[in-house]
Every structure is written in structure tokens, then in C-alpha cells.
């Protein structure tokens, strides 16, 4: 088959909310070519079962949303990235009723129905919309029958995408060093068509990262299969600026299974806000000797404190107990958390919850402006692709869905202010097609499979809730190491979606051990028993860019042109 060259005005790697929202607000002006690893509803998005925080409430205020959001982020967060995502929330929230989305309601005092506010930890009000435990499940049905309506957004599912179309790709492939750009242009993307193992060409005006997070990084993890962190490592290897990446989230509670496969299962910071109390082996509450806020207190220090708990006991896991509230209201408000386990043989009704922390969400990524841009021009990103600096050092409960919307709101809303210099799909360049000549196909794939496994195992045991500076210099050694070797797998093997993940895989794992290396002290997620404490002058951000070395600065001020 010949590979093919698609054109669109816009390209949108991703199909979580962050992206679906993008591509139907700018869908007003032009065609809309949506990228998708696997299936429409393959995304971490899907997966979301706490919901989406906005100020909802009569009783709550913009400024509590705000100070919780600076607390969780400990310090590192860009106060102006967070007013605008806590003001532009409710706005957001709306329009996804608006298109569609049921979130749970009740009766109120006036007998009419409003919304069922929740709260999970981190949050002085109860401010989370939901669906019962299954948010991101509903907002992403609206937003995919929403698609379905619109004639000129093409989803293309089943497509993994290999590098961003840009000046140093077009001299990467043709070795011609005359080409020079002052600044990095994106045109779209290579794609490989995974049936087919055929690259084609997405040529497009815009294109909006929107690829998520890089949980499968680690062994233990919330994120879906798809979550390899592809966005991140294709826009490092385009020169793009990243930032944040020590920080990654582990959630405290998903389910402990004696034999583990694949994504590990949730149980969401809800049971806690519904009154879900931690226990050890022993059956003794611990939460309350750790911190003000009990099981409440924010994901780090929870996650901190099951692990040490575990280690101190030698347990492989801890108990999350709500067997003290009914029956039905337990139905009512987790079916599908109350099904799952039932299914393991737990009623959660009866007998308390075995729990442990897995990676859940990263913190940093492509770093961006407060209109999504990233230091790549046409290249915006918006989701947990994104480093906006709402999170800072700890993400607060709920506040990433909201963070996908409200920025892909901001692209939106920019894009649409500079229509007249929007760039002209007719001035692409001319990339020339992917050649597969003097490659080979890759047979064994227990090769692909060990790396990978390899990979995981190295995150977990050097990189993990606790580290050292022994440990991430161990880890940094072993992963050049791994890294070299996937990249002659890469240059010498046709490709495949298995093999482009495992080589993202690699790049993103070295941009978190590089990026907490830097960091010598410990701040939010990140955790070193070299430099416990905070340390005033380090309230900066770790910036990686390829060829350069790191660099401490502050990216509060931010702005890409």
C-alpha cells in the first residue's frame, strides 16, 4: 500500500476531553482530522470516576477554589494559570450539560433539582460535579455523540502517531543542514495507520496535543494501556520546552489484587470524602497521626503515609473501611466501584477495601502559555499532555478534567482572535513519505515485551513515591542504557504501534529521572530522603529541553508567540 497525505485545518492527537472539546469548538472554522491510538473512548478521561471541580455552590467562592488549588500545589503553582482556570470553570461545566452530560443531581431546598456536589480530598467545599462514579464515562459519551453531528471532524481510531511534522524532522529525514528556522513550526504529524503498518502524512494548520499522561511508565498504574506518554516525548524530541516532570501523582487507593493484570482499579478519593477511613492490618486508623485533614489531606501526603505504613508493618497493602455507611446508599453512590469488588468477592459493605498507591497523574508535561501554546509555533497542547502550572508540585482532586476544558477553551478562544494569521494549510512543506527500505519486521516481539517490563521495573524500584539520589542515579544509567538500545530497535524495524510506545516509553521515563535529579529538595510529589525539607530558593521549575542542559526558572511569565 502507498502511504497517503491527509490535509486539515486542524489536527488533534487524542481523544479525551481535552481534545474532543478543542476539536468541536474549532470545528466553527475549518476541517478537523481527530487522531486516536486505539478506540473514541480510550482515554484517561474515560476512566475518571471522582468528576470535575468548579465553584458550583452558593456557599463556596472562587478564592477557596483558588487557595486550595496554591496549597495542594505547594507552592510551585502559576497563580495566574490557576484564577483563570478556577473562573472560567463553572462556564465550562455548563457547556458540557449543555452538550450533553447528565451529571448526578438532587433535590434541593426549593424541591427543584440541582447538582450533587461532592468532595474528595484537598477541598474546603463540596465542589465536584459527577456522575456518580462514572464522570469521565458520561462526559465522554456527550462529547462523542456531540462529534457525531458535525460533519467535517473525521476521527481516525486505530492510529499512532510517530513524530510532529516540523523544520528538524524535515532535516532529520533529509539530511539537508541548510534548512534554518528561528523559531520551530509544527505541520502536522507522521501517523502510522496500525493495520497496515503504512506511515501517512496529517498535514494540518494547527495541531493540539491532547495524548495524556505516561502512567504505563510504572508497573501499578490507574491510566489506561494507551497512557505511554507519546505527546510529551514526540514534542521533546521537536525541541519543545518541558517542564514539572518529578512530579508525578500516585493515587493513594486502587484496588490491591493478589494477581495483578493490566490497569490497576480506582477507588475513587470520593469514598473518602463520603467518609472512607484508612486502617493498617491491625485495624488501626493512621491518617489521623499524619495529618489535619485525615483521609482528606492531600493525594501526596496520603500516598506517603500508606506507604510507610506498609513498609513499617511489611504488608503489601492497607484497608480503606466505609463499612459504616448503608448499603443502598453505597449502591446508589459507587455502583460501579461497589460491582467491581463484588466481583473480587469484597462487599464493600461488609468488609473493608485492601488498597494501594499507583501512578495516577503527571503534574508536568509540554510546557504552555495560558492560551495552551507551546514553544512549538501551531502546536498547542491542552490536558495532562499540558504543563500549565495549574498543579504546580501536587495536582488537587478534580482539578485535571477541568484543566483539559478550560484550556482547550483558551485555544480556542485564541485561535479564533488570530484567524487572519492562521497559517495556510497550501505553505506546508513538502515532507517526504516515511521509507521503510533496510528495515526489518521485528519477529520477537518478547524483545519489545522485556523492554517494556524493564522500563516499569526500573520506575518502580528507583523512581517511585520515595526516592534518593542513589537511586535516580542508578536509574539514569540504566535507562541511556535501555534507550540506546530501543532506538536501534526503532531505526533498523518497521514500525509498530507496540515498538513507537516502548520508545516513547524511554524518552518520557528519562525526562522524570533527569527532571528529579535537578530537584534537591522535596516539594509536593516529589520525595527524597537525601533532602527532606523544602528549600525556599527551589521554589522554580525544572525545564528540559533536547541539547540543552537543564535549567531552573520560574514559569510563572510565560509566553510563546
Known amino acids: 500500500m502507498t502511504p497517503k497525505i491527509y490535509s486539515s485545518d486542524f489536527l488533534v492527537i487524542g481523544s479525551g476531553i481535552a481534545g474532543l472539546t478543542f476539536a468541536i469548538k474549532v470545528s466553527a472554522f475549518g476541517s478537523v482530522n481527530i487522531v486516536t491510538k486505539k478506540r473514541d473512548r480510550d482515554s484517561s478521561t474515560n476512566y475518571a470516576q471522582g468528576g470535575i471541580a468548579a465553584v458550583l455552590a452558593p456557599q463556596d467562592s472562587p478564592e477557596s477554589h483558588i487557595q486550595d488549588t496554591l496549597e495542594a500545589g505547594a507552592d510551585l503553582c502559576n ?40 468532595r474528595e480530598g484537598g477541598h474546603s467545599y463540596n465542589r465536584i460535579a459527577h456522575a456518580k462514579d462514572l464522570t469521565g464515562h458520561e ?98 524530541r521537536a525541541g519543545a520546552e518541558i517542564a514539572d516532570m518529578e512530579f508525578i501523582q500516585f493515587h493513594p487507593t486502587t484496588l490491591y489484587q493478589e494477581k495483578y493484570n493490566g490497569r490497576s482499579f480506582l477507588i475513587s478519593e470520593a469514598v473518602r470524602g463520603e467518609g472512607a477511613v ?62 467491581h469488588c463484588l466481583k473480587t468477592g469484597i462487599d464493600i459493605s461488609k468488609e473493608p477495601i485492601p488498597v494501594v498507591p499507583a501512578a495516577h497523574y503527571l503534574c508536568g508535561g509540554i510546557l504552555t502559555d495560558l492560551n495552551a501554546r507551546s514553544s512549538i509555533r501551531n502546536l498547542y497542547v491542552s490536558g495532562e499532555s499540558s504543563c500549565t502550572g495549574v498543579h504546580g508540585a501536587n495536582r488537587l482532586a478534580s482539578n485535571s478534567l477541568l484543566e483539559g476544558v478550560v484550556f482547550s477553551h483558551q485555544a480556542f478562544l485564541h485561535i479564533q482572535q488570530n484567524l487572519d494569521t492562521k497559517q495556510d494549510t497550501s505553505e506546508i512543506p513538502d515532507f517526504p513519505q516515511w521509507d521503510k527500505k533496510g528495515t526489518f519486521d521485528l519477529e520477537e516481539w518478547i524483545l519489545i515485551q522485556h523492554n517494556i517490563e524493564d522500563v516499569k521495573r526500573l520506575m518502580r524500584d528507583y523512581v517511585g513515591i520515595v526516592r534518593s539520589d542513589r537511586r535516580l542515579e542508578r536509574a539514569f544509567r540504566r535507562i541511556i542504557l535501555l ?11 518497521t514500525l509498530s504501534s507496540q515498538l513507537l510506545e516502548l520508545r516513547n516509553m524511554a524518552t518520557v521515563a528519562k525526562l522524570i529521572i533527569r527532571s528529579a535529579m535537578e530537584r534537591k529538595e522535596s516539594r509536593g510529589l516529589h520525595y527524597t530522603t537525601d533532602y527532606p525539607e523544602s528549600i525556599d530558593s527551589m521554589k522554580k521549575n525544572v525545564i528540559l529541553k533536547s541539547g540543552r542542559e537543564p535549567e531552573f526558572r520560574s514559569i510563572n511569565n510565560v509566553s510563546f508567540s
Open 483 to 493: 534507550e540506546e538500545e530501543i532506538q536501534d530497535y526503532y531505526r533498523r524495524s
Open 139 to 236: 462526559i465522554e459519551r456527550a462529547l462523542i455523540h456531540k462529534i457525531s453531528e458535525i460533519d467535517n471532524i473525521t476521527i481516525y481510531e486505530d492510529h499512532t502517531a510517530v513524530d510532529l511534522l516540523t523544520e528538524h524532522q524535515l532535516r532529520f529525514i533529509t539530511g539537508d543542514n541548510e534548512i534554518r528556522s528561528d523559531f520551530i513550526t509544527c505541520y502536522g504529524a507522521y501517523i502510522l495507520e496500525n493495520a497496515t503498518s503504512i506511515v501517512n502524512i496529517f498535514r494540518a494548520g494547527i495541531t493540539l496535543l491532547a495524548t495524556g499522561g505516561v502512567g504505563q511508565v510504572y508497573p501499578h498504574t490507574t491510566n489506561p494501556a494507551i497512557a505511554t506518554g507519546d505527546g510529551i516525548a514526540m514534542a521533546y
Open 79 to 118: 497563580r495566574k494559570a490557576v484564577d483563570l482556570l478556577v473562573k472560567s470553570g463553572p462556564g465550562r461545566i455548563h457547556e458540557l450539560m449543555e452538550w450533553g452530560t447528565r451529571f448526578t443531581t438532587r433535590k434541593g431546598e426549593n424541591g427543584k433539582q440541582v447538582l450533587d456536589l461532592g
Open 278 to 339: 484508612l486502617v493498617n492490618s491491625r485495624g488501626e486508623r493512621f491518617m489521623d497521626k499524619v495529618h489535619a485533614m485525615k483521609e482528606l489531606a492531600p493525594r501526596d501526603i496520603v500516598a506517603r503515609a500508606i506507604d510507610s505504613e506498609v513498609k513499617r508493618l511489611g504488608d503489601r497493602f492497607v484497608y480503606l473501611d466505609i463499612t459504616h455507611m448503608d448499603k443502598k446508599f453505597l449502591q446508589n453512590r459507587f455502583p460501579n466501584i461497589y460491582e
